[in-house]
């Protein structure tokens, strides 16, 4: 019985071996954020995003990879179709840098150059640590709003967030894959767009430019505990774009196409 569990053990053991692979790639694209300034749209696109990745490829259905990625999230009120948005006169600009670590399943056995299929679609998940710094611009200058506790709440600049998309891998040439994706973060933050919950009363700020940071409205809507973001307690921001990268395939890696 043990001898052949040892058997078994090996042949698994020796399948990976041949199927193991890594994987270097870069992506390009745009980043975009669902928020407290835009509620309704999961698509819209408010900056350039950039990023590197390692893999390591199991076979050729599961991989596990480490990546960098650089993007840029902002929104304003005053471009919104919500007339009390305008009001409310809200904006920030924050870029984004992820460190992450996500799994990726193929859908079709998938090896450039070595598998017999030359696409395939995948999904995606898995964690990251995102540091983010809201702005905004007030009076021609511009002010990191995190310093300022617009709401009396003092919030870190780094945040866990949690990876899942979707995406398509083509083979372009030889070892080189070609894959577009869409890839959201669920932020464990409500603060990517420093607005989460109520305005406070202005006697707290010492410094009247917090105060007025806080409320940008022409009239001063914001009476201390109104509603001024929208009390979901996470933001999320996203990348999307194409890829393109290199495996590097030993000996060992070989299937018949």
């Known amino acids: ?58 076979n050729g259905y599961i991989s596990l990879g480490a990546g960098a990625n650089y993007g ?53 998940f898995g964690i990251a640590y995102t540091n983010y710094n809201p702005r905004a611009n007030y009076q021609g200058q511009t002010y990191e709003l995190r310093y300022f506790q617009t709401e009396g709440v003092a919030y870190k600049n780094n945040t866990i967030a949690v990876p899942f998309g979707i995406g398509i891998k083509y083979n372009i040439a030889g070892r080189l894959t070609l ?37 940008r409205s022409a009239t001063q809507i914001g009476a201390s505990g109104t509603q001024r973001g929208d009390l979901r307690p996470h933001d999320t921001y996203f990348f999307t774009g194409v890829s393109v990268s290199y495996t590097f395939i030993t000996p060992k890696c070989y299937y018949e196409r």
């Open 1 to 58: 019985m043990r001898r052949s569990l040892l058997v078994i053990l090996l042949l698994v053991l020796s399948f990976n071996l041949r199927a193991q692979t890594w994987e270097i790639g870069g992506f390009g694209g745009g980043s975009g954020y669902m928020g407290d300034l835009n509620q309704k749209n999961p698509l819209k696109v408010s900056g350039v995003a950039a990023g590197a990745f390692l893999r390591y490829n199991f």
């Open 72 to 124: 840029i999230i902002s929104a304003a009120d005053s471009v919104s179709s919500n007339q009390q948005n305008r009001i409310r006169n809200l904006s920030f600009t924050t870029r984004l840098l992820e460190a992450s670590l996500t799994a990726e399943f193929n859908f079709m056995e998938y090896i450039p150059s070595v598998s017999k299929n030359v696409y395939t679609p995948y999904v995606l």
């Open 179 to 215: 894959a577009a994706n869409l890839s959201y973060r669920t932020a464990y933050t409500d603060y990517l767009d420093d607005v989460s919950g109520v305005y406070p009363n202005k006697s707290i700020f010492n410094d009247p430019t917090g105060a007025a940071l806080s409320d």
